[in-house]
């Protein structure tokens, strides 16, 4: 039985029923939204606890939530700024930028199975080298495919300015993989 969303906003707007209501949202969103986050901050054990640390907020302040958007659209926005709060935890703990990145695409290679390929091992390190907006945009529309209008709620950032990053991003991308493809 899929779970709607209109059911989970009834319940989640009642402190009676607040409980099931933050049960179902969980059922509903926590995959989504576990490999939004995962691709991130990369580390799984990092995402397993952003995505708590997500729907802790999301049940805090659900009162907050206006229904001016999808009760997804509100949560990935949690999701993608408790990631990026993550992230800078992370850059405060390494010493550049540019260490950071080696870092994080040091985790892209421990994180992945044996049985990935190599295209997708650089598929995530070109991502993961891909400056912060250019990343969440990219991913959003790549892996979550997500529209451009949704995405501009999540990111507070104007359609035309995520259309931009998302094609300088796919360029890198690119330019990356084909920079450091051995076949």
Not at 7 to 13: A, C, G, H, Q, T
Not at 40 to 62: C, G, P, R, S, W
Not at 110 to 128: F, G, M, P, T, Y
Request: hydrophobic share 35%; proline share 1%.
């Amino acid at each position: 039985m899929k779970i709607q969303e209109s059911e989970i906003i009834e319940l989640m707007s009642s402190e009676k029923t607040r409980e099931k209501g933050v049960r179902q949202m969980m059922d509903a969103y926590q995959s989504r939204l576990y490999w939004h986050i995962r691709r991130i901050v990369v580390d799984h054990d990092l995402a397993q606890d952003t995505l708590q640390d997500t729907f802790i907020k999301a049940y805090q302040n659900f009162h907050q939530f206006k229904q001016d958007s999808h009760l997804y659209t509100w949560l990935y926005r949690i999701a993608t700024n408790e990631s990026l709060q993550q992230l800078k935890k992370s850059k405060r703990m390494q010493k550049s930028d540019e260490e950071t990145e080696h870092h994080l695409q040091n985790l892209v290679a421990d994180n992945v199975s044996a049985e990935a390929e190599e295209i997708q091992v650089l598929l995530q390190k070109a991502i993961q080298s891909l400056p912060e907006k250019q990343k969440l945009v990219f991913t959003m529309r790549y892996y979550d495919d997500l529209p451009y209008e949704e995405i501009s709620k999540i990111l507070d950032m104007s359609v035309g300015t995520l259309k931009t990053n998302y094609h300088y991003a796919k360029q890198k991308v690119e330019v990356y993989i084909k920079a450091n493809y051995t076949e």
